[in-house]
């Protein structure tokens, strides 16, 4: 999607304010004895209150209203029967659409209690983010995005998570532009432009250089014993840099 009008903004705008006003609570709401599908009915009622459809369900069906990945999950997790214990990695994964307008937004915390591991991974991860959002701005080629975010996760000495890609968002949950890496790829021509919208969502990991598909036809998972973190936001591009739809500041 690309933004011609205010009136556009406004309503990408507040999307992106409800999913991730979805996503602070369901991280808020978690408790060691949580049932995965009992997060995700939350989620599901906080989406309802705010007139908002949950974006996989509606555009492929997803078995769940948000993904919610524990552990080893990398990404796309049912919520289900899993208990969440003190100690475990989540990611939970908001997207939704409201009035024709799709945001998208994810984060990583953990049950308490946190360990320097499990914070390393999240910390650098976000810095990959924002390392990202600096290089957004109309001109400017797209594969800056995976060039921050590979220089971030060398410096961390992390992994990234290839076949996860950042994309295009907004009129619907994925579009153009498709395949924005998460590395450094020079043959990548393409450039942003004024009101170009996307995500920007890095997966960095201690052990998976991909994602690989469970039974259930959506789990991502990496290696036993890996731990991986993601941070997304929606963003429109500007002349000068990105406004931001989503608010992560508060995941921790």
Known sequence: MTIHTQEELEGLQRAGRTVAE????MAAAIEPGMRTDELDALGQRWLDEAGAESAPRLSYGFPGATCISVNEEIAHGIPG???LQRGDMVNIDVSACIDGFFADTGASTVVPPDS???RRVRHSTRAALEAAL???RAGARLNRIG???EGVARRSGLRIVRNLCSHGVGSALHEEPTD???YHEPR????MHEGMVFTIEPFLSTKARAAVETGDGWTLVGPA???SAQYEHTLVVGRHGPIVVTDLRWVQ
């Open 225 to 227: 014993g890996s731990l």
């Open 81 to 83: 029967e899993r208990r």
């Open 116 to 118: 320097p591991a499990k």
């Open 188 to 191: 990548d021509a393409r450039l």
């Open 147 to 149: 060039h921050a975010i």
């Open 180 to 182: 924005i890496t998460g």
């Open 134 to 136: 600096g290089e957004v």
């Open 22 to 25: 979805v996503l602070r609570r």
